[in-house]
T-cell receptor
Framework: AQSVTQLDSQVPVFEEAPVELRCNYS??????LFWYVQYPNQGLQLLLK??????LVKGINGFEAEFNKSQTSFHLRKPSVHISDTAEYFCAVIYSGAGSYQLTFGKGTKLSVIP | GAVVSQHPSWVICKSGTSVKIECRSLDFQATTMFWYRQFPKQSLMLMAT?????????EQGVEKDKFLINHASLTLSTLTVTSAHPEDSSFYIC???????????FGPGTRLTVT
């Protein structure tokens, strides 16, 4: 079965410090990669996605992620975090093959930004 | 962006009764819809993948006879929680997949409370 691993369940970081949230997935020929954010008491919101093309993807709120096929990773980064970035972040992968699509979510990483 | 609606947004039911939740894609056709469950302060859990015109694919540990999914049209999928019990109380979220963009659009969620 395909899998998505978010290695850190919780990440505390000081305000204005850089952050990296890690995501690894099962190797597969066709994958489409996403990062979602869920702020407290709100629904999921798409941060960014990788479908094809440039492996460095820029999203909203200053976040970016890099698709690394050889390491089967799609880590999310931000050079300087704000208090408002405190939220839960989910990595998701759509595996595509033979006309079928399988979606798998990681278990999420809670980012806590400390003033 | 595309819009996905859910109805009802909140439902309270008695133990032993069944509840149906609707998920509609309002401005695009979704051959694939997903159903999630989220417990308070916990991560999103994918319950099943619903493909139009075929049986849903359930994730491991999800009882298919308890959570009946029907995807009879390209814009509507329903989740029926049969013989609900208090432990079924949760936040149920659907999403619809735009295959052209490999992007999911999420509904606002349905809060189910079983008394």
């Amino acid at each position: 079965a395909q899998s998505v691993t978010q290695l850190d369940s919780q990440v505390p970081v000081f305000e204005e410090a850089p952050v990296e949230l890690r995501c690894n997935y099962s190797s597969s020929v066709s994958v489409y990669l996403f990062w979602y954010v869920q702020y407290p008491n709100q629904g999921l919101q798409l941060l960014l996605k990788y479908l094809s093309g440039s492996t460095l993807v820029k999203g909203i709120n200053g976040f970016e992620a890099e698709f690394n096929k050889s390491q089967t990773s799609f880590h999310l980064r931000k050079p300087s975090v704000h208090i408002s970035d405190t939220a839960e972040y989910f990595c998701a992968v759509i595996y595509s093959g033979a006309g079928s699509y399988q979606l798998t979510f990681g278990k999420g990483t809670k980012l806590s930004v400390i003033p | 962006g595309a819009v996905v609606s859910q109805h009802p947004s909140w439902v309270i039911c008695k133990s032993g009764t069944s509840v149906k939740i609707e998920c509609r894609s309002l401005d695009f056709q979704a051959t694939t819809m997903f159903w999630y469950r989220q417990f308070p302060k916990q991560s999103l859990m994918l319950m099943a993948t619903s493909n139009e015109g075929s049986k849903a694919t359930y994730e491991q540990g999800v009882e298919k006879d308890k959570f009946l999914i029907n995807h009879a049209s390209l814009t509507l999928s329903t989740l029926t929680v049969t013989s609900a019990h208090p432990e079924d109380s949760s936040f149920y979220i659907c999403s619809a997949l735009d295959r052209g963009q490999y992007e999911q659009y999420f509904g606002p969620g349905t809060r189910l409370t079983v008394t």
